[in-house]
């Protein structure tokens, strides 16, 4: 078949489609790998040569947009005329269509070690480990992961910038937990994040007004160990609940990140790669400064209590090649590492202004291209 479009230049395309149809078109698309907007242009192009097209129920539709091959989506309206029906169930047709010719695969089998833990830090403050780890649990929900977001930062940037109120310093909270100086069941903390569609999916632990004592009291206690392991043993019975915990480190190197560290090490029985640090940085010499004091901290980690604790790799955010020099040779120099870049998350407005409205990304702008690289990022742990 001779395609009547461009594979190369693409246009944002608009449609009304229900919520259950683009949820499992968004989870089977991460559970094959490939792109959403790939999936519905093999889905549309599949659809204009079929011959019978069976109905998909869209009321209740809510706006989803995607970016196909310039010129497709009038092909596809230029179909739907003589099939009367609405350019909205046809695209609903193609992405039913897509969906039954690549069924889900097989599912794999039950986890031993409980949930994968990616951890996010980096030391310096001001490089996006909120943004990123907000947006990349927020991807991994969408594809049906059930994901816990803890706010791991005595600041609570996440817990404000979801729209949520850090907990009272009066309060329980994950501090006192691991201290051992609150009662109940930390998962009476948790809150739903509501929005887009990874509701029901995603839930986010808070930051606490008590938190910046966390590290002080660590250093000052005599247990033995609870400096390292204080944060696992109180996430210990949540991690039967989850698929992943994602946390968002302070920018510190103190206690309290060697809990998140040691929390995010490999486990007995675990394969490489499942659990580990992931290191949002900037494309300028200070995150390469600030990398290098972290590394030594895991080094010491690692050595001292004979664990391993793998990055898992970079994510460059807030990246604009117009800065010149300093950003592509920063660029360049994340990406000769032994570890991979994950994914460069570009400088646009659409993370600011969902900042502003204290509300998630994935929910505000779900199609915008922060949103989608979040998405590529999210799917290189789904495997």
Known sequence: MTVPYSPEDREKVVAKLPVPLRR??????????????????EGVTAWLDLQDHAAVDTSGGSSFSTYLPAGL???????????????NQGMAQSIRSWLDAHPSPRPTPPRTTGARRLVFGNQKGGVGKTSVSAG???ALAETGKRTLLI????????????????????????????LADAEGDLQALLVPIKGGDFEDCLWLLPACKDAFLLDAKLATTRAVRIKETALERV?????????????????????????????????????????????????EDTSGDAYDMLAEQMDDLCEDLKVEIQTLGFVVNLYDARNGYIATSSL?????????????????????EAVRRKEPLLAYEPDCEQANVLRSIARRFQG
């Open 332 to 352: 360049e120099s994340w990406q000769s590492m032994d570890e991979p870049v994950l994914g460069i998350v570009p400088e646009l407005k659409e993370q600011r």
């Open 235 to 283: 996430l210990a019975g949540l991690e039967q609940e989850f698929e992943f915990i994602v946390v968002d480190c302070p920018p510190s190197l103190g206690y309290t990140m060697d809990t998140a560290l040691y929390y995010g090490r490999t486990r007995e029985g675990e394969e490489p790669g499942q659990s580990g640090i992931v290191i949002p940085v900037q494309a």
């Open 151 to 178: 706010d791991f930062d005595p600041q609570g940037h996440l817990t404000r910038q979801l729209g949520y109120e850090m907990l009272d310093i009066e309060s329980p909270s994950l501090a006192k937990h691991m």
């Open 136 to 138: 990349v649990a927020q």
């Open 24 to 41: 499992e078109l968004k989870v089977r698309a991460a559970e094959l790998g490939i792109d959403i907007q790939e999936a519905v242009t």
């Open 73 to 87: 989506y009038e092909k596809l309206k230029g179909a739907c005329k003589p099939r009367k029906i609405s350019y």
